[in-house]
């Protein structure tokens, strides 16, 4: 499917342009006859889907498209594993304009252990589900920051832009609250001359797809992104 570009045209959305209708084309176009996405050449499975009904929903595409990926969503629920993917699918289901209620129970009933960008979707996913958060789940976000003004995805970690950062600065905005001036400054300096940033002060990899999930956070609107 590109993952990448799934992550370039939210964030575009996010910047307040338009999704490019070659790219909602081409997307629609990798979906399989069962409503679910992967990379080429690989089995699709609901967390690639659900990034690309994220994408589907934030680029106007098509109500077939959309319904077909919630079809695949619903059929795999029993496949979810983790707290992390949980909410992420919860999160596209919602936008897709789905009500799961078993899958909702799970995510309400969450409760912070030691991967940080987990508690950041279950924030998203929660406030996106009109449910109301548990204070803990903000405060543990608040006490998990590091002096640098980032985010690690585990305790002990070095802080990184796009996996932790990024999502816990849209958590924030999305339970209400406005971002820490640090985590904005954290990940100021990880920008590069050409406009990219980095995955932490010790590596820059995969830049693309590091600056388009920096970016949403950036324009401070947190997914799952309206539909333009």
Known sequence: MGLKLVASLLALVALGGAAPPSAVSYLEQQQTPDGGFAERGATPDAASTAWGALA????????DARGR??????????????DGDAALQLLA????????????????AYRPGSLVNATAWTVLA??????????GLVSELRTRQQRSGGWSWTR??????NDTTAWVIQATI????KPAPAALRF????????GSYR??????????????????????????????
């Open 56 to 63: 589907l929903v934030a680029g106007g595409g098509s109500t």
């Open 69 to 82: 990926a919630l079809t695949f969503l619903r059929a795999h629920e029993g496949e979810i594993r983790s």
């Open 93 to 108: 289901r919602v936008a897709l304009g789905d009500r799961p209620d078993a899958l909702l129970a799970r995510v309400g």
């Open 126 to 135: 929660l406030r996106e589900a009109g449910k109301p958060l548990s204070p």
């Open 156 to 161: 002990g970690g070095a802080p990184d832009s």
């Open 174 to 177: 999305a339970s209400g609250h």
């Open 187 to 194: 990940l100021a300096g990880l920008r590069r001359p050409d």
């Open 199 to 228: 995955y932490s002060r010790l590596y820059a990899t995969t830049p693309v797809w590091v600056t388009s999930q920096v970016v949403p956070a950036l324009a401070r609107k947190p997914f799952p992104l309206p539909i333009t």
